[in-house]
């Protein structure tokens, strides 16, 4: 079907639907180029509904970047709701882009991002509704290449059958060497093989043809084979993939395009750091994200102005994973307070690490207020915080939170996790009685209208933390850990928010699956499995008959505690962080050692000899992972 014909039945369709707006684009700064003058074309598509994708900053800034470039262009797609499929598919319009309309089948690239597992259906939806094969071995020359990327990239064995190719790690400039094998190929003619060959030697890139898993008679990973060693002239097909790197963050996006709905985050976003020093053994961003890099105050008070020009936001997300550990955080703050002191913007941190919240930080977001102010202990117990590497003292939160009520904030959020096999139940408990004594403050300096609100997750052993080797907590153990934790977390002024253990353990299974989860994920889809993010639309059941009709145990995957030497599904995609270094981050955690910040030491995870050529070529004063520097 033509954009033509698609935008001659949208006017039939659209008033029938509920949120007509997450169909018809023409936003505030959307980019629209001619489609028949632009040789190279790209779509760009979050798989879920417009109001979630469009607060994705990651394909914001690729969207800018493509369309900057005069010969490429870059548009939208995003998954209709249930309403909106039966319309289009009762009218034979296939999945299109916002811009031109133009069906998604008919774009040289289909970019598809995947933050998390529970997308997998979505994606394989937005396949079918493209009229695009699911699996990459059915395509032809008439598809388009396939892309995946974000976070689930670094596992990326459970999808690997469904994409061309995945992009592995930042992909700022890994999305102009994309382009450029776009251009060459199509000027040359190249078949879609030659092009899969050039993107497989690209920093960054993995092409899941390419590599063949072997499994024991266990079930378990025997080797993980790259094509070089199979295939006559297969040479630079490289093992391990290592993630792609920029050595220092470019310019943010300055023209978003502004939703005509209300999405999950109506703001302008800015990434202020990205990586982390902390390690944190849960936490797979922390790891996958290393090294650490930072915008300067005069770089984001820039950006914040330009983009305020360019939207006319009222709100600013100062985005990283703990913006509270960027070194000149207070200063920021006050400097954006100066600058737009008048114009009553306000100031979000949606990360702040207990340690780092200074007296001076919260003096300095005072005028910012929105009502809550969040922090994240993670355990409540001194051991529970040294087996996960958060030494924080429960006097240190009290202290904090003192200073945050006394300030007139009336709602301290506070996250926690639990889940991890070691736990006990005092361990749980100290959640409720630390989340209690909270409030307590809050009541000597506000009264009644304080309140604290416990959001507690459930450990998710991840690809590429130390916890990697950790089975998860039973499904009776987490219930039971839920269970304490109503009846001890409840009363005036305290809420408590849970993730079901399902949802958990779906998770588990997919983020650790290896290659044969492809057939769970096809079959789970076909059964009606989509929309798995939203709690309302899980439907556990159609996962289990899933598993079992591809002969596969999901206990294989989230409940087995894994060998030291076991070779994992994604041992050939490199994070640049040392599996040798993961696995004495795990055993320290079993004897509750506790490692510091590597912005004062560094324990010599692997970062720095993965990228030491990009660090050496950076001015000395932005050279990252500084402690590693000789003294």
């Given at each position: 079907m033509n954009p033509e014909t698609i935008s001659r039945l949208l006017p039939r369709i659209l008033p029938h639907v509920?949120?007509?707006g997450r169909y018809t684009g023409g936003e505030l700064n959307q980019s629209v180029k001619d489609w028949d003058s632009t040789p190279v074309r790209v779509a760009l598509l979050f798989p879920d509904i417009y109001e979630i994708g469009m607060s994705n900053l990651g394909l914001s800034v690729l969207y800018e970047i493509i369309n900057a470039q005069p010969d490429a262009l870059a548009e939208r797609v995003y998954l209709p709701w249930d309403d909106m499929e039966a319309a289009m598919r009762r009218e034979g319009i296939p999945l299109f882009s916002l811009e031109n309309r133009r069906p998604v089948a008919d774009f040289d690239l289909l970019g598809i991002t995947l933050p998390y597992e529970s997308l997998y259906t979505n994606a394989l939806h937005a396949l079918d509704l493209a009229g695009i094969p699911l699996r990459a071995a059915d395509r032809g020359e008439r598809h388009p290449l396939v892309v995946g990327g974000g976070h689930t990239a670094f596992n990326p064995e459970p999808v690997a059958d469904f994409f061309d190719a995945f992009a592995v790690g930042e992909s700022e400039e890994l999305i102009l060497d994309l382009l450029d094998i776009l251009r060459r190929s199509k000027k040359e003619g190249n078949p879609r093989p030659a092009m899969l060959e050039r993107m497989a030697r690209v920093w960054g890139m993995y092409v899941p043809s390419f590599y063949t898993p072997d499994y024991r008679g266990d079930g378990t990973i025997a080797r993980i084979t790259p094509r070089a060693q199979t295939v006559p002239g297969g040479a630079g097909i490289p093992l391990p993939v290592v993630k792609r790197i920029v050595p220092r963050l470019p310019?943010?996006?300055?023209r978003p395009v502004v939703p005509y709905l209300e999405t999950v985050h109506n703001r302008y976003a800015i990434e202020i750091m990205r990586g982390c020093t902390r390690g944190c053994r849960f936490c797979q961003a922390g790891y996958v994200t290393r090294p650490i890099r930072e915008r300067s105050v005069a770089q984001i008070v820039a950006s914040i102005s330009a983009a305020l020009g360019n939207t006319g936001y009222e709100e600013v997300a100062l985005l990283s994973l703990s913006s509270s550990d960027h070194s000149h955080i207070t200063e920021l703050v006050r400097a954006l307070g100066e600058t737009f002191g008048g114009a009553h913007l306000r100031i979000s941190l949606p990360s702040l690490r207990i340690e780092t919240v200074s007296v001076d930080l919260v003096e300095a977001l005072r005028g910012n207020r929105s009502g809550n102010f969040t922090l994240a202990p993670?355990?409540?117990?001194?051991?529970?915080?040294?087996?996960?590497?958060?030494?924080?003292?429960?006097?240190q939160l009290?202290?904090?939170v003192r200073e945050i009520y006394s300030r007139k904030w009336?709602?301290?959020k506070l996250y926690f996790m639990i889940g991890h096999p070691r736990e006990t139940a005092d361990d749980v408990r100290a959640i409720a009685e630390l989340a209690r004594a909270v409030l307590a403050e809050g009541r000597r300096s506000l009264g009644r209208r304080a309140e604290v609100h416990a959001g507690v997750s459930t450990l998710v052993p991840k690809a590429h933390t130390p916890f990697q080797w950790l089975p998860m907590d039973s499904r009776e153990q987490i219930q039971a850990k839920q269970d304490l934790l109503r009846r001890e977390l409840r009363g005036p002024g305290l809420r408590l928010d849970l993730?079901?253990?399902?949802v958990t353990l779906h998770e588990a299974r997919l983020a650790r699956g290896d290659r044969r989860m492809g057939g769970v994920i096809e079959r789970a889809w076909r059964g009606g499995a989509r929309f798995d993010a939203w709690s309302?639309?899980?439907?556990?059941?159609?996962?289990?008959?899933?598993?079992?009709?591809?002969?596969?145990?999901?206990?294989f995957y989230s409940h087995r505690e894994r060998a030291a030497d076991e070779i994992f599904p994604w041992d050939h995609i490199s994070a640049g962080v040392r599996k040798e270094y993961l696995r004495q981050e795990y055993e320290a955690s079993l004897a509750?050692?506790?490692?510091?910040?590597?912005?004062?030491?560094?324990?010599g995870c692997g970062i720095l000899p993965a990228f030491r050529e990009l660090r050496d070529a950076l001015p000395l004063d932005e050279q990252f992972c500084p402690t590693a520097r000789p003294k």
């Open positions: 509920e949120k007509p310019p943010p996006p300055l993670e355990a409540a117990t001194e051991s529970m915080r040294a087996v996960l590497n958060k030494p924080i003292a429960a006097r009290i202290e904090t009336t709602t301290v993730t079901p253990p399902e309302e639309r899980f439907q556990p059941a159609i996962w289990y008959g899933a598993f079992e009709q591809a002969r596969l145990d999901p206990a509750g050692r506790t490692r510091g910040d590597c912005r004062e030491e560094c324990f």
